[in-house]
């Protein structure tokens, strides 16, 4: 490949929605083409896609943007990807069955055993978390149970993001920030913690050839495959970054400082902060997993975000736009319900068969309060999140960031900040995932330390929203919890 000609770096965003494919130009770091290629819409409890479907939207965004874009002067790749999926692979590498996704529920009862093996306090003490039905060891625990037949054809177990490096260069790798989220991976040590799954599972596997090589934050994952050239449009052997889980790529995109807080506003919902050591004791919900440059991103993820909101304004028959504008009109000394909202049932804490509850509803109760309503609740799990994350240790005194779709809201973003009582600053990077894979990309290209990258190139607020109203979390925090007992006593298949 002419280095001479180097003048682009494309990064990645594998979501659960769709694909994005992100190109910059190396000098400037301006964008210069983006496409979003839609994936298979999916709904709990069995919540899964076809792993070739995520390397055709790759190959169509690709195709895509090489109307615009001379992709022969791409200098390298790297790829962020939705967290926790496993994708079991045969002895070719082909995907043996469709992937359970991060939001699949279905394997909670057969976490429980595991569990019981192992508590909670070891588990932490291990892994840095203690595993929900998201994580991949639920995952695994499901397959190994239930298909006996597709397990004897497997040779790799990898997560989506190690899929699309695999098609890219041939090589089974991960990086810490995707291997801490398996519950198998202690990323203290980085290593696979092989006692731990003989302790679960014995030895029902293989366990040191079944998983991707752990790479370093700037190390490459190899180089694009002619194949894979010929697919994509771009030179053989362009090198490829390590990548990452998406939450954890997005932080390098928005240049997250030790203590500073994001809120991820999408269909999930993450309040995550940044940590130079690990937690000495995370607390049941914390997710302490390592991040993309060798330190830590303890988060917590509610299952329930944007979606929620989404589903209250078609109750209501009103477009997104029009459900945001409704809340924002209601009276400040209305009287708002409060709202557990476990549509999906919960990942935090852990209630995959829960369903929401709406509490505090009158005659008097106005279109407006409702609207005010959801937008809090789906909030407050993330607060309660946030108080998680402090009584673990985590520093959260930092800059309040919000991302994600649900953050182009000015209802949630207002509310945020209103329940906060802090201001919350907005980062006009649209795709802050695929703009930290770009930042990979950049240094994989130069041979430079991924975090020197994300300095040089650090994002500005583009606006601060300050609180405005006298709500705070502490206020409503009582009536949301109550509703959440009541919510925590249903089981969603009595309905």
């Known amino acids: 490949m002419d280095k001479s000609v180097e003048s682009f770096v494309i990064g990645i965003d594998l979501s659960t929605q769709s694909c994005t494919v992100e190109v910059r130009d190396a000098a400037s770091f301006a964008v210069v083409g983006r496409v979003r290629v839609p994936l298979e819409g999916t ?97 695994l625990a499901w397959y190994l149970a239930e298909e006996p037949y597709n397990v004897v054809h497997t040779r790799h177990v990898v997560l989506p993001h190690d899929f699309i490096n695999f098609k890219l260069t041939g090589n089974y790798v991960t990086d810490r920030s995707e291997a801490s989220g398996t519950g198998y991976f202690n990323s203290v040590d980085n290593v696979y913690d092989f006692d731990l799954l003989d302790r679960c599972f014995d030895a029902a596997l293989g366990w040191r050839t079944l998983f991707p090589r752990v790479l370093g934050p700037s190390s490459s994952a190899g180089v694009v495959t002619p194949a894979a050239a010929a697919a994509l449009g771009v030179p053989v052997g362009v090198p490829v970054g390590a990548g990452g889980g998406d939450q954890h790529v997005a932080a390098l995109g928005l240049g997250v400082d030790t203590g500073d807080v994001v809120f991820s506003l999408g269909t999930s919902g993450v309040v995550i902060t940044s940590a130079e050591a690990p937690l000495e004791h995370p607390r049941t919900m914390v997710n302490c997993v390592a991040n993309a440059v060798g330190g830590w991103l303890p988060l917590v993820c509610t299952l329930n975000s944007t979606k929620v909101t989404d589903w209250a304004a078609a109750l209501l028959g009103v477009s997104v736009q029009e459900f945001d504008r409704i809340a924002l009109e209601v009276d400040g000394r209305a009287p708002i319900p409060a709202f557990a909202a476990y549509l999906d049932g919960e990942r935090s804490p852990s209630l995959p068969k829960a369903a929401g509850v709406m509490t505090g509803l009158t005659g008097e109760t106005s279109r407006s309060a409702f609207a005010a309503g959801v937008f809090r609740g789906v909030l407050a799990g993330m607060l309660r999140g946030l108080d998680e994350l402090a009584r673990s240790g985590a520093p959260t005194s930092g800059r309040v960031i919000a991302i994600g779709g649900g953050a182009r809201s000015p209802a949630y973003v207002r509310s945020l900040a209103e329940l906060l009582q802090r201001p919350v600053e907005l980062i006009e990077e649209p795709e802050a995932t695929a703009r930290g894979a770009c930042l990979q990309a950049l240094a994989v290209m130069g041979q430079r330390s991924v975090m020197d990258v994300v300095r040089d190139h650090r994002p500005v607020s583009a606006r601060v929203v300050r609180p405005v109203g006298s709500a705070s979390w502490a206020s409503i925090k009582p009536a949301y919890l109550n509703a959440c007992r009541v919510a925590e006593a249903i089981d969603r298949r009595d309905f």
């Open 43 to 139: 709904s709990p409890p069995v919540s899964e896609q076809d792993a070739n479907d995520w390397w055709r939207a790759v190959v169509d965004g690709f195709r895509s943007l090489s109307s615009d874009v001379d992709l022969t002067r791409v200098g390298a790749i790297s790829v962020a990807g939705q967290c926790h999926g496993m994708v079991p692979l045969d002895a070719q590498g082909d995907p043996i069955r469709r992937v359970k996704l991060w939001n699949d529920t279905s394997t909670a009862d057969y976490l429980a055993p595991l569990l019981s093996r192992i508590d909670e306090v070891d588990w932490s003490r291990r892994v840095g978390s203690v595993p929900t039905p998201a994580f991949t060891i639920s995952k």
